[in-house]
């Protein structure tokens, strides 16, 4: 059985780094999609950042590029968002999620199906 679970969410001050790990496990594929995606209350899911594992494919919303940094370590099947320069508006519940389809529509991406963590909270004070 597929399981993703989030770590590393809190609290923290405008201006302040956190960094969310996603390990994978049980999971026999090699390339797919990986990403961690948010959301915050009374707002749609949004992607944030998405890899693909067996390549060079990297997608940033256009609110976190130059501040997060998507990252895997194979050796440890973990998924990491470095998360620097936080601001309040990145405040929500972060989801890591793999082997979903992606789809671009206008530029935002949109995950269909594939495995999903419960999620780590993450919010940023003024």
């Known amino acids: 059985q597929v399981q993703l679970v989030e770590s590393g969410g809190g609290s923290v001050q405008a201006g302040g780094s956190l960094r969310l790990s996603c390990v994978a496990s049980g999971y026999g594929s090699s390339y797919y999609f990986m990403g961690w995606f948010r959301q915050a209350p009374g707002k749609e899911r949004e992607g944030v950042a998405i890899?693909?594992?067996?390549?060079?494919?990297?997608y940033y919303a256009d609110s976190v590029e130059g501040r997060f940094s998507i990252s895997q370590n194979n050796a440890k099947n973990t998924l990491y968002l470095q998360m620097n320069s936080l601001k309040p508006e990145d405040t929500a519940q972060y989801y890591c999620?793999?082997?979903?389809?992606?789809?671009?529509?206008?530029?935002?991406?949109?995950?269909?199906?594939?495995?999903w963590g419960q999620g780590t909270q993450v919010t940023v004070s003024s």
């Open positions: 890899l693909y594992t067996g390549g060079t494919y990297e």
């Open positions: 999620a793999a082997d979903f389809v992606l789809t671009v529509v206008g530029g935002i991406p949109k995950a269909t199906g594939g495995y």
